[in-house]
């Protein structure tokens, strides 16, 4: 891996655009592909979520952009035909998905764990028999759920915890079609040691101190600046690492993008009315 350190600033040369939109310039044009976009880097390269990458790990303070970026990537894997699930235990974030096929909104902390070990039971089954089922995006929102996660009630069976379950779901989940986007302020203790090897692609807000130290590369120093610009993250994965500025869609847009677009109609043929 490359894990040399980018020297930045916010001179223009150097950092990725401002915004990148998806209903508009370069972020129109670079979202036109078969993936989900995650954003642009500083050369207006599109960077993209695929199957290879892994599931996807967003570490950011709050008011940096992880819900937005949460429901940009909801909304173009539901419109390129995959599953979303969205577990958002205040139920506040993603109102732009109601009511559309194809979402299952996980809000309860008790339905959460169930959830969870359903998906885990799945990805464990599918990956054994080398089936994977349809595409499935798991959007793990940050405000709430990482805390329910950890206060589940243990239980005596596999995947005791929801944590555990969600564990299992990143282990086995990649050969079973299903990725997870997870978001959070901090990574929880129980997954510190094994960050780095179930999210195989990491978006950092601020990669300095313990958070460089939990899902960097392991002796490889942290990047030399960060900035506080809203959906501007470092972006690090075994290709290396690179700032990406996040894409952006509004709820409505989002909406929008999400429901396919209507049949077109067949042209009615005359009715023997007509000729009369």
């Excluded at 299952?104 to 089936?131: C, F, N, T, W």
């Excluded at 901090?186 to 090897?197: A, K, S, T």
């Amino acid at each position: 891996m490359n894990t040399t350190s980018p020297s930045w600033t916010d001179g223009a040369t150097q950092l990725p655009p401002k915004t990148v939109h998806l209903r508009t310039g370069w972020g129109w044009r670079a979202a036109a592909r078969e993936h989900p976009l995650i954003g642009l880097d500083a050369d207006r390269a599109p960077v993209p979520l695929t199957p290879a990458d892994g599931h996807l790990l967003l570490v950011a303070p709050g008011g940096h952009g992880a819900t937005d970026l949460l429901r940009t990537l909801g909304a173009q894997a539901l419109a390129g035909g995959q599953r979303v699930d969205i577990l958002d235990v205040h139920h506040r974030a993603h109102t732009w998905a109601r009511g559309l096929d194809g979402v299952r909104h996980v809000e309860d902390p008790e339905r959460l764990h169930r959830h969870l070990v359903g998906l885990a039971h799945q990805a464990r089954s599918r990956a054994a028999a080398g089936v994977p089922g349809a595409r499935r995006l798991v959007l793990v929102e940050n405000d709430g759920t990482t805390q329910a996660l950890l206060r589940s009630p243990a239980d005596p069976r596999p995947n005791g915890t929801a944590l555990d379950a969600l564990t299992a779901v990143l282990a086995h989940g990649r050969l079973a079609g299903i990725q997870v986007v997870f978001a959070c302020r901090e990574l929880p203790p129980p997954l510190r040691h094994i960050g780095r090897d179930l999210f195989t692609t990491r978006l950092l807000a601020e990669p300095a101190g313990r958070t460089w130290q939990w899902t960097g590369p392991p002796g490889a120093a942290a990047p030399a600046g960060h900035s506080s610009r809203p959906g501007l993250w470092h972006h690090l994965s075994p290709a290396g690492l690179r700032l990406v500025q996040a894409a952006h869609l509004s709820n409505t847009d989002a909406a929008t993008l999400s429901r396919p677009a209507p049949a077109p109609s067949r042209a009615a043929g005359p009715t023997k009315e007509s000729h009369l």
